[in-house]
T-cell receptor, first 112, second 112 residues
Framework: NAGVMQNPRHLVRRRGQEARLRCSPM?????VYWYRQLPEEGLKFMVY????????ESGMPKERFSAEFPKEGPSILRIQQVVRGDSAAYFC??????????FGSGTRLTVV | KQEVTQIPAALSVPEGENLVLNCSFT??????LQWFRQDPGKGLTSLLL?????REQTSGRLNASLDKSSGRSTLYIAASQPGDSATYLC???????????FGKGITLSVRP
């Protein structure tokens, strides 16, 4: 069991470009969560997805951010027209149910 | 709105010392509480998960307790080692499949 796989580990984008972050949950896990960790701040919830459904997106910025978890393939967090303030570590977690979450190693996004 | 507080933000102790890390939360109606460890530039590693009906969980030198009514949890680390140096995060959920709400973490340094 390979655990929660996130790629890329590091991503550099220029202002105005798009960033696509991928997350493959653990085998058998149907719940996927995205969190963002800004420098000097704690981890903040962004979105909770199950296959083909967004369950809770209360933590997602209203503009430029979107997430999906298609029937086949990894979950994708997409950030359009990135700005410097989007620079952060983005973590994905998966769970088979609500009993315990397994986190990936994160994608560190740097916007230059 | 659930808020999780971890004080102090940083702690430095000599090797061999037993120590307690504190976590408090404002809404006692939690579903479960999880302690994580984060090494610099890395992802989160789950240490202990306590269900709301439980009072404590143990794993090796780690013991986590939960007092739901007072909104507190403690992580006890016995015989600390330099390898325990990391940031320790406390997080709660308030329902099945719901998001984790994190504290900002306690950065522990164990001096040889």
């Amino acid at each position: 069991n390979a655990g929660v796989m996130q790629n890329p580990r590091h991503l550099v984008r220029r202002r105005g470009q798009e960033a696509r972050l991928r997350c493959s949950p653990m085998k058998g896990h149907s719940h996927v969560y995205w969190y963002r960790q800004l420098p000097e701040e704690g981890l903040k919830f962004m979105v909770y997805l199950q296959k083909e459904n967004i369950i809770d997106e209360s933590g997602m910025p209203k503009e430029r951010f979107s997430a999906e978890f298609p029937k086949e393939g990894p979950s994708i967090l997409r950030i359009q027209q990135v700005v410097r303030g989007d620079s952060a570590a983005y973590f994905c977690a998966s769970s088979p149910d609500s009993n315990g979450y397994t986190f990936g190693s994160g994608t560190r996004l740097t916007v230059v | 709105k659930q808020e999780v507080t971890q004080i102090p933000a940083a702690l430095s102790v000599p090797e061999g010392e037993n120590l307690v890390l504190n976590c408090s939360f404002t809404d006692s109606a939690i579903y479960n509480l999880q302690w994580f460890r984060q090494d610099p530039g890395k992802g989160l590693t789950s240490l202990l998960l306590i269900q709301s009906s439980q009072r404590e969980q143990t794993s090796g030198r780690l013991n986590a307790s939960l007092d739901k009514s007072s909104g507190r949890s403690t992580l006890y680390i016995a015989a600390s080692q330099p390898g325990d140096s990391a940031t320790y995060l406390c997080a709660v959920t308030t329902g099945a499949n719901s998001k984790l709400t994190f504290g900002k973490g306690i950065t522990l340094s164990v001096r040889p």
